[in-house]
């Protein structure tokens, strides 16, 4: 199912592509016409080249240092993290049992969750309150409508990104929490 969804979604993005290739060169010749055309007849390449299950320089992943496989789902689950945090916040605990709770099913520290809440409020202030809002928001609506908002509910989306964030983190240095 995964691979269909993909695929289509590669199908859409060819043809968007394709189109305006087609714009480009339909316009005023210019350097930097001839530069991005260029760059999108790359770009449908290696869309073929990934169809043929190759992966093309223009869609390698990026060399990332540091210990983590996947860096940016990482990353997402420890702005999940603190959004969690937030909403256990919401409806209840205090701030440093949220915190404790969720740094117990991330296998971290109370004071590695501290840390990304000042990291990502200094680094992304706006993401991390999206992220909040929206994590705190589904509570708020529910409430809103009458509905019970279930604390075992929150735990459980707890424990499941726990246990994301640990898959992801495998290949971390051994040793390392």
């Known amino acids: 199912m995964a691979k269909a969804s993909a695929h289509s979604a590669r199908d859409r993005l060819r043809a968007w592509l394709e189109s305006h290739l087609v714009d480009i060169g339909l ?3 210019s350097h930097e016409a ?3 055309e260029q760059l999108l007849d790359e770009a449908i390449e290696g869309l073929a080249a990934l169809d043929g299950g190759e992966v093309p320089a223009i869609f390698a ?10 860096k940016y789902t990482v990353r997402q689950l420890k702005i999940m993290a603190v959004a969690l945090v937030a909403l256990l916040k919401e ?5 440093a049992k949220a915190r404790t709770f969720v740094a117990s099913h991330y296998g971290e520290t109370d004071e ?7 990291d990502f409020a200094r680094s992304n202030p ?9 994590t705190v928001g589904v509570y708020r609506t529910w ?3 009458g509905w019970h908002y279930k604390i075992p509910h929150a ?22 929490k």
Do not use: D, H, N
């Not at 590695?112 to 000042?118: G, S, Y």
């Open 27 to 29: 316009g005023e010749p």
């Open 112 to 118: 590695a969750v501290r840390r990304w809440t000042r």
């Open 155 to 176: 735990l459980k989306q707890v424990e499941s990104a726990g246990r994301q964030f640990y898959k992801a983190r495998e290949g971390k240095k051994p040793g390392k």
């Open 34 to 36: 001839q530069a991005l």
């Open 61 to 70: 992943p990026a060399k990332i240092q540091g210990w983590y496989k996947k």
């Open 143 to 145: 409430k809103r409508l």
């Open 126 to 134: 706006e993401g991390l309150a999206q992220a909040k809002a929206a």
């Open 91 to 95: 409806l209840g605990y205090s701030v």
